[in-house]
């Protein structure tokens, strides 16, 4: 259990800014919601066209730049992230989500001026775990976007416990997604497969993108797209590689492997990064199963230190106040928070230099980012 004064305390405190992003450009944000207005949600419990609620990172020239502060997530969804880590064994009260603020560049201020030169930037995908919200991966995102990268966070209606859209109209997910039921996890899948690959049909078409990034100087290289996500989100990144042959590569952040890519492999990479315990139980496909179908390039890494929650923004402000308790440590994982985020991006950017540009100096050298980073296997790469 937390003590209550670490609640309190955090409760109490002035909203604290978040650090700064690390790449050379600074980043704008958009929340922009896709409706596919050909599907009807499957798991709404009314029938309602599948909606795909997304934050937006759009990579800036730092001129010309001022700032504004967002909120890291809002009031609701903090309380249901709070529930959710609750149902799964931990207390982590709500305030620990609360009073923190980003720093973005103005999308007014971005260049983006009618006749101003654009600039074309790869598309990342990003998808969270299961019940998970896609806020839980704001600075991951942002940072990705610092260097040079659109980066779509995706939530997932009724598969995030709670979905809390721009109007104040929520989705709430059912108990049901706690289930583990394996058709129906197999069925969340397979719909956030299909989401990616419809938000790329839309920031790919020449109309709907320059819609949705009006104001900016941004532009999508369609050429360029990979997708990537924690625990069930990593699956469904691995999903669209098999499903959409525009996905150039995908990374699964400790996520379990499911459906065909787990039989026939692809030709694309595949990066799968977790545990060093992982593979999976035998229960379901294991990494090694879908390893050894791969047809080209894959990547196998553990980091020691983590859990499987590991994944979600571990270096924030807040997350110091909570206790380091063995409890804690099983399920947030007992690595440095920092030196982790620093490990991830330092290994998501190896891994899209290789993807995009076959570079494969670092791909290839995974475990010179440090002791912590264990090469668990390596084929058609190196």
């Not at 499903?243 to 492997?257: C, H, I, K, P, Q």
């Not at 002791?371 to 390596?378: C, G, T």
Request: with cysteine.
């Amino acid at each position: 259990m937390i003590l209550p004064y670490v609640a309190a305390f955090v409760a109490a405190a002035a909203a604290v800014v978040v650090p700064g992003p690390p790449g050379p450009y600074s980043v704008s944000l958009k929340v922009h919601t896709f409706t596919d207005t050909e599907r009807l949600d499957e798991f709404a419990p009314e029938p309602e066209n599948r909606r795909i609620l997304t934050s937006i990172f759009l990579p800036n020239k730092k001129v010309n730049c001022s700032d504004e502060l967002v909120e890291y997530m809002p009031p609701a969804t903090a309380k249901a992230m709070a529930e959710v880590t609750a149902l799964l064994g931990v207390v982590i009260p709500d305030e620990t989500f609360l009073n923190m603020e980003m720093e973005f560049c103005k999308i007014s201020e971005s260049c983006g001026s009618e006749g101003a030169p654009k600039e074309k930037f790869p598309l990342l995908l990003f998808g969270p775990g299961l019940a998970a919200s896609r806020h839980l991966y704001n600075v991951l995102a942002r940072a990705m976007a610092s260097y040079g990268y659109v980066v779509v966070n995706m939530d997932v209606t009724y598969n995030s416990y709670l979905v809390e859209f721009p109007d104040g109209s929520v989705a709430q997910a059912s108990q049901e997604v706690f289930s583990g039921e394996p058709a129906l996890v197999a069925s969340y899948v397979q719909a956030r497969q299909k989401d990616i690959s419809f938000v790329i049909d839309q920031l790919t078409d020449p109309a709907a993108s320059a819609e949705i990034l009006a104001g900016t100087s941004v532009e999508i290289d369609g050429s360029k797209i990979f997708a990537f996500g924690h625990s069930l989100g990593g699956n469904a990144a691995a999903s669209a590689l098999y499903a959409d042959e525009r996905v150039s590569g995908a990374l699964n952040f400790d996520g379990m492997m499911l459906g065909p890519i787990t039989t026939e492999g692809v030709e694309r990479p595949l990066i799968l990064v977790g545990r060093p315990d992982s593979p999976q139980p035998d229960k379901i496909p294991s990494w090694n199963q879908t390893f050894e179908k791969l047809r080209g390039p894959g990547l196998m890494v553990g980091i020691n230190g983590t859990q499987h929650m590991s994944f979600i923004d571990l270096d924030l402000p807040n997350m110091a106040y909570l206790p380091q308790t063995p409890e804690m440590d099983a399920f947030l994982g007992s690595i440095d928070r920092a030196r982790l985020a620093e490990i991830i991006h330092d290994i998501v950017r190896a891994v899209l230099k290789f993807v995009f540009y076959e570079k494969t100096e670092g791909f290839c050298n995974i475990e010179g980012f440090g002791p912590e980073v264990e090469l668990l296997d390596i084929k058609n790469a190196c």
